[in-house]
């Protein structure tokens, strides 16, 4: 994680810039899943948590080596977003980084959906399942997310994110093909 490739979304009017977000990591995603890529990881420095301000901004970063970032960009995965964006170059990370986890969060928000998957894998009817699934145990977050698309099922899913704390040493490890990890880390400036 030596080297990072910062790209900016531009402002449209035509398309709110979280909407251009999510279209923009849809393709890095689909990038990094055609690739095979377990060695790149993303950030958002522009990234809010408070209210009414919250989002991930319009700045997504990939850290990597410089061979598998250089990779990354040569497959021009950037097609039809080239309008919407700037151009991306890579660059060392500067000195004195600090480094954080960024992380997929995922929560039960859908008691209903936890029901039908209980009935199916318990032979379980409605009302048993209401029982030992009831509308308390949904759980929320406020945490920035992006809309995607999963390209398996055709569903409309959110992935919500959450930058770790700093950490003045890097942790290795494998990022997933959203570019994130629950216990790696990315360099952070």
């Not at 032979?123 to 029982?131: M, N, S, V």
């Not at 699934?133 to 398996?152: E, F, N």
Request: hydrophobic letters at 40%; charged letters at 20%.
């Amino acid at each position: 994680m030596d080297h990072y490739v910062e790209i900016d979304v531009r402002p449209d009017p035509e398309f709110p810039a979280h909407q251009l977000m999510s279209a923009l990591y849809a393709k890095l995603h689909r990038a990094l899943v055609a690739q095979g890529s377990d060695r790149i990881g993303v950030s958002f420095p522009g990234m809010r948590t408070d209210t009414p301000h919250l989002g991930l901004g319009t700045h997504l970063r990939l850290h990597g080596g410089e061979v598998a970032l250089s990779s990354l960009l040569a497959t021009d995965w950037l097609t039809g977003m080239r309008d919407h964006v700037t151009p991306a170059q890579v660059a060392p990370v500067p000195p004195g980084a600090q480094y954080r986890a960024v992380q997929r969060v995922q929560t039960a928000s859908n008691p209903e959906r936890l029901r039908r998957r209980l009935m199916r894998r318990h032979d379980l009817d409605a009302e048993a399942a209401r029982t030992r699934i009831p509308d308390s145990v949904a759980c929320y977050t406020d945490l920035p997310y992006l809309q995607l698309r999963s390209t398996s099922t055709g569903q409309a899913f959110r992935l919500f994110i959450r930058h770790g704390p700093l950490q003045a040493d890097p942790v290795s490890g494998c990022f997933n093909a959203y570019g994130l990890s629950q216990g790696a880390t990315i360099p952070w400036f």
